[in-house]
């Protein structure tokens, strides 16, 4: 007997694994492993997650029609260009499947995001990494990697893990360098915490261009990663797209409801990013202080360089400190380090002196 077998190209896929949350022997451990939200959802967001346990019978409300309002409302952008999902991942995904399919490809860059790939798998493109300059995107590589079979080009800017970003006007000359057909899709999930300013997240672009959207995250600043919230900022057209291949209750109750409450708790989410620029800071100056190198970052993260990072990680974790490998992002040597609270950072900082003084 013969077994169903998938399309070509599916079993090349290295599946995503996210970052670790326990250590062997640990009771608790230190969870820096997956760069979410210090300081937890707002207590507003709490609360109307609560509210719905009485409802959990019904149906969401299948377009996310406060929600994109609130998101409308909050970033200037009109909601009928707004297409929510089950985190930015899926709408990524759903891209992928909606305009890229065998005998395309998928241009990103080497460090990027590791989901570009998987998709542009999964529809049975060919994924095309391009060379980065000092851990950072390049246009130049970027568009010398773009030919006839193109049909996408990600750029996660900032960029996870590296922690480095692509000033507007770089961002303005990619653009204007792809054909009119080729879809750039700007995956700005760590926008919130950059506060440069020569930095957007991408908006501007789609408001000018059909051919650019925008993607977006509540599982980073706004600590709502448990729930799986995402939304994209699309040209009209591409935002029909999105609707007609989405499921149609793709974005739970919940997810919603808990979206629409921390968008409103502003003082919530400028906490957030103070108490992120100050952590990130001391904590790379104390790093930095032991010999190693740290690369500057404008996320809630830090990429830290290791002799040998696995012996590094080990020593983490015998201390009950979980961060993150990224060897598959073509890093071998590196850690990333999420930045947690006060106290987490401190215990980050006295661990790897003790690694490097051992």
């Avoid at 500057?296 to 080990?314: H, K, M, R, T, Y």
């Avoid at 950072?345 to 661990?351: F, P, Q, T």
Wanted: hydrophobic fraction near 45%.
């Amino acid at each position: 007997m013969s077994a169903p077998t998938p399309r070509p190209g599916i079993l090349a896929i290295r599946p995503y694994v996210g970052g670790e949350s326990r250590v062997e022997g640990a009771a608790r451990a230190i969870k820096l492993s997956s760069n979410e939200g210090a300081l937890g959802a707002s207590p507003k967001a709490m609360e109307a997650f609560r509210a719905l346990a009485g409802d959990l019978h019904r149906y969401p409300d299948g377009g996310a029609e406060a929600l994109r309002r609130a998101i409308g409302a909050r970033h200037g952008l009109d909601p009928q260009r707004i297409v929510c999902g089950s985190g930015s991942d899926e709408l990524i995904g759903l891209l992928c499947h909606a305009y890229a399919g065998p005998g395309d490809e998928v241009v990103y860059s080497a460090h990027g995001f590791l989901m570009y790939p998987i998709y542009a798998r999964s529809a049975g493109a060919v994924p095309v990494a391009a060379r980065e300059h000092a851990l950072t995107a390049d246009v130049d590589a970027l568009l010398e990697r773009v030919g006839p079979q193109t049909r996408i080009v990600f750029l996660a800017n900032p960029n996870n893990p590296t922690g480095s970003y692509l000033p507007v006007a770089d961002l303005e000359r990619l653009r204007a360098g792809l054909p009119a057909d080729v879809l750039l899709v700007v995956d700005s999930a760590y926008a919130e915490y950059v506060t440069r300013n020569d930095y957007s997240a991408g908006e501007g672009l789609v408001d000018v261009a059909d051919n650019v959207v925008m993607t977006r995250t509540f599982s980073k600043i706004y600590g709502l990663s448990a729930l799986r919230l995402g939304w994209a900022y699309c040209p009209p057209a591409v935002a029909d797209v999105l609707n007609r291949v989405r499921s149609p209750f793709n974005v739970n109750a919940a997810a919603q409801a808990a979206g629409v409450a921390a968008l409103a708790d502003v003082a919530h989410v400028e906490r957030a990013r103070a108490h992120n620029e100050t952590w990130r800071e001391w904590t790379a100056a104390r790093i930095r202080e032991l010999g190693l190198t740290v690369h500057p970052s404008v996320c809630n993260f830090l990429l830290v360089d290791f002799a040998d990072a696995a012996d590094a990680d080990a020593f983490l974790r015998s201390r009950g400190i979980v961060v993150r490998r990224v060897g598959a992002y073509g890093l071998p040597g590196s850690l990333r380090i999420t930045i947690g609270t006060e106290a987490e950072m401190r215990a980050v900082a006295d661990a790897l002196a003790e690694y490097v003084r051992r």
